[in-house]
């Protein structure tokens, strides 16, 4: 998973550099608790290989379940796995009872942007990113009521 992350950022190399303990973290907890990851993400998986993960938070279940990390890698992007990856996430999602799905992107990322918008999502708010990501625009917040 971690490589994944890495290799769907490697367009600014300061992804990396801020979020790769992040990344890290994540990757040790899904492998170290699997019945978890296979509730709760997927990797997307094309002619054997990995190219893309989603993840979700649902924690806050049944009232909303929060998209965490959403990527494919930069060889695929662009041609369309990642709507198909968001649509099985939903799918997912919805099939175990979630009301509401709340996903937070950057302002820069128009592609991500555009696919979430693209798939229903609304925008309901917006926040400065002074965070260490910070490079890449401030957060805009969206939501799908279900």
Known sequence: ?????????SFDERWE???ASDWKEFDH???????????????TVLNGKAVGLASWDPRKMPEYVEIGHNCIISS?????????????ALQR??????K????????????ARRMYEGAGFKICGKRRNESRTGFFGDYIDYEMML
């Open 29 to 43: 907890f899904f492998f170290d608790n699997p019945q978890i990851a296979d509730q709760y993400g997927f990797i």
């Open 93 to 98: 999602i919805v099939k175990r009872g979630a």
């Open 76 to 88: 695929r992007k662009g041609h369309g796995y990642g709507r198909v990856q968001l649509r099985e």
């Open 100 to 111: 509401r799905i709340i996903v937070t992107t950057n302002a820069r990322s128009v592609p």
């Open 17 to 19: 550099d801020c979020c």
């Open 1 to 9: 998973m971690f490589e994944l992350l890495s290799d769907a950022y």
